[in-house]
């Protein structure tokens, strides 16, 4: 298979890999990772609060919950776990065990992604889907660390300099198991526990910080936590109510979990130690089409002012001097022409937008009209909002994954060779002052 062409229906697997690097808690990184994917029709952003009014308007399908690992090791992790039996609810449940270092990131959007319904995940990573839906954790988190594709687009947006750490790690890991193993050993098959040895994953062995995502996802009636480190599956935090929202089951478990990050906390220490990121509707996608909509509409009602008032129809309806109507209409990426649509349904909605505006009496066609105009306005405000959202996001991803390193050794080479690194690096002397 050619990996440059990606995923192509039954991938291959690819045991020798480059290995994971870290990404960072990001939304905007999320969104194109997701992207990257196939994933059409969702974004990800972030949560300040799990309040009503700063979550529940988003409709979330997912939450991702990044925090600080506390000093634990995972030994007396897996030690409580061993006797946690899995959930016989879960089994519907999309869960990958979390098998290489730093691939936490991607494995909590998969692991939500994957359990959402009525979303486009595109070719490849549906297929990817339809192939390990049946599979056991243990085997879904092996065959997303042998997936090219989705390493490829984990590893599109990581920093250089992360990407040479993940290869040093992986490096030094090899060497000091090759110094570890004794001699006799060699050849024989080592009796271990399974995945209860395993270690720590994202848990560097320096004084560095490291983060571990956590997903929460709806499905089948019930709230669902999903840890790729916790190898008994998913577990169910709740039931929802029906007809309620599955936020307020979720709630106060997160108020627990953020509580105790915070109490814990230095004063005196500026790092993060926790953030929430929300798998929402793409606000783009929604916000085009409801564009293209009022297109349509407006269109519709200039019809029936013009078959009810064909001479002077625009006298009868106010229009603003400060914005044109077409450029009401116009954005920075659509002309006031019709364009595409994304949701499936919109020609059954436009139908139904038609039929009303023919029946609609003549009286109430002005100021349909004009209800339709500042509409637009606002739409067209959304657009370019979400138009300069996505732009700095892709000039903040360019930054961090542009590789400055040649660059500075070609200065500091240029400096040495030239004579003035020496004035900048050495101490400058203390002049002798007389007594």
């Not at 599956?233 to 936020?247: A, C, F, Q, T, Y």
């Not at 407006?298 to 914005?323: F, G, H, K, M």
């Not at 509409?375 to 590789?403: C, G, M, P």
Request: net charge negative; charged share 30%.
């Amino acid at each position: 298979m050619d990996l440059q062409n990606g995923y192509n229906g039954a991938e291959e697997l690819d045991l020798i890999g480059t290995p994971f690097s870290v990404l960072e808690s990001d939304p905007g990184l999320f969104t194109m990772l997701l992207h990257e994917m196939g994933v059409e029709g969702l974004e990800v952003t972030e949560v300040y609060d799990i309040a009503p009014w700063a979550i529940d308007h988003l409709s979330p399908r997912g939450l991702i919950f990044c925090y600080l690992c506390p000093e634990e090791t995972q030994g007396d992790r897996d030690d409580v776990e061993t006797y946690d039996a899995p959930d016989a609810d879960a089994e519907d449940v999309w869960f990958a065990n979390q098998l290489a270092d730093n691939a936490c990131a991607s494995q909590a959007l998969l692991n939500v992604v994957l359990n959402c319904e009525n979303i486009d995940l595109g070719e490849r990573l549906g297929s990817f889907l339809s192939d390990t839906c049946k599979m056991s954790p243990e085997m879904k988190g092996l065959a997303i660390t042998n997936s090219p594709f989705i390493r490829h687009a984990h590893n599109s947006f990581t920093r250089p300099a992360d990407t040479r750490a993940s290869y040093h790690a992986a490096a030094s890991s090899a060497l000091k198991y090759a110094k570890s193993k004794k001699p006799e050993q060699t050849g024989k098959r080592k009796s271990g526990k399974g995945f209860s040895n395993r270690k720590k994953v994202g848990k560097p062995e320096n004084n560095q910080d490291a983060y571990h995502f956590i997903g929460y996802v709806p499905r089948h009636g019930k709230v669902w936590e999903l840890d790729g480190l916790r190898f008994s599956g998913p577990l169910e935090v709740g039931e929802i109510s029906p007809g309620s929202n599955w936020i307020n089951v979720l709630r106060p478990v997160l108020k627990m979990r953020m509580q105790r990050f915070l109490s814990g906390a230095d004063e005196n220490t500026d790092h993060i130690k926790y953030n929430l990121l929300a798998v929402v509707e793409d606000k783009y996608r929604k916000a085009s089409d409801e564009m293209e909509m009022l297109k349509r509409e407006r269109a519709a009602l200039e019809r029936r002012l013009q078959e009810t008032y064909p001479d002077e129809w625009s006298n009868r309806v106010r229009i603003s001097s400060s914005c044109p109507v077409d450029e009401t209409f116009t954005t920075s990426v659509q002309p006031d022409s019709y364009g595409p649509t994304f949701s499936k349904d919109f020609g059954a909605r436009k139908m139904e937008k038609d039929m009303a505006i023919l029946d609609m009496p003549a009286r109430r066609i002005p100021a349909s009209w004009e209800a339709c105009v500042q509409s637009a306005l606002s739409v067209k405000l959304t657009i370019e909002e979400e138009v300069e959202k996505a732009k700095a996001a892709n000039t903040e991803n360019l930054n961090r994954i542009f590789d400055y390193e040649p660059l500075f050794r070609a200065i500091i080479t240029s400096m040495h060779a030239e004579g003035t690194l020496d004035e900048i690096i050495s101490p400058p002397k203390m002049k002798k002052t007389k007594r």
